[in-house]
């Protein structure tokens, strides 16, 4: 029968521990990064988020300007047509 030497035991524990916490270690380091990354990609998307929205907003002003000016036209096509029929009828 043999006996492992006195500590040895506590050796391989200690070894067993020292990698565990090297493992974690790198686990918290990819975590970190992992972190960094996504709040990087969730940046920029916030950022290109904020100019689509200035994208639409321009052009919802630009929709609206087009619209106003539809209405002007046509007011000032059925006032000509108004004329032309009061210069038939007269």
Known sequence: MSMTAPGSADAISLDALEERIRQAIQLVARLRQEKQAA????DAALREAAQEKQRADKLAEELEALREERRQVRA???KLLGQIDALAGG
């Open 76 to 78: 000032r096509i059925e």
């Open 39 to 42: 709040l990087a990609e969730r």
